[in-house]
């Protein structure tokens, strides 16, 4: 079974600190995404990643960044949380190939207070 | 740019009956793919079922089934027999099968109760 894996379900962090958050994928595939969820607005693409060290912005990278050293890690940083972030956010991955399926993790919810 | 509308924010539908969730989109292109995923209360999300815009057959899955129709730009999800394990988040979404754009455009998804 494909596994994606995210480090975790809930974090609560205070507006100004700096915030990581880790997917990591085992089967080797060359892409991998970050979104944020929220209520009536659906999934938003933040970041993607076609493969190691590359990465394009999504439709809302503002405030994010992005770190893929490693084929299986996909790494969204918050340089300086503030309260408008909080909101569901999660990863996913998928082989390179336009048709292929998408899997996803298991999501983290991050309050900033 | 892509567009992908899901015009029912709450659906309920009864134990063992037939329910059906809405989706339009919006494109210029021809050749693109068209998914369903379902998200579970506190569960990851997940594949429900896949339809490649050329194929005229709509696709099937056990009790999913769609009902393409790529000239009204409408992909419909038809759920039969209903369990209580179908109550969940479904989003439709959209990515294009052609150019650089890897990326899956998402509905803002249908809430799906399932009353007992």
Known sequence: ???????????????????????????????????????GLGLRLIYFSYDVKMKEKGDIPE???????????????LESASTNQTS????????????????????TRLTVL | AQTVTQSQPEMS?????TVTLSCTYDTSESDYYLFWYKQPPSRQ??????????????????????????AAKS?????SDSQLGDAAMYFCAYRSAS????KLIFGTGTLLAVQP
């Open chain 2, 13 to 17: 539908v009864q134990e063992a009956e």
């Open chain 1, 1 to 39: 079974d494909v596994k994606v894996t995210q480090s975790s379900r809930y974090l609560v962090k205070r507006t100004g600190e700096k915030v990581f958050l880790e997917c990591v994928q085992d089967m080797d595939h060359e892409n991998m995404f970050w979104y944020r969820q929220d209520p």
């Open chain 2, 75 to 79: 992909f419909s999800l038809k759920i």
């Open chain 2, 99 to 102: 150019g650089a754009t890897n």
């Open chain 2, 45 to 70: 999300m997940i594949l429900v079922i896949r339809q490649e815009a050329y194929k005229q057959q709509n696709a099937t899955e056990n009790r999913f089934s769609v009902n393409f129709q790529k």
């Open chain 1, 63 to 77: 405030g994010y960044s992005v770190s893929r050293e490693k084929k299986e890690r996909f790494s969204l940083i």
């Open chain 1, 88 to 107: 569901m956010y999660l990863c996913a991955s998928r082989h390179r190939g336009h048709g292929n399926e998408q899997f996803f993790g298991p999501g």
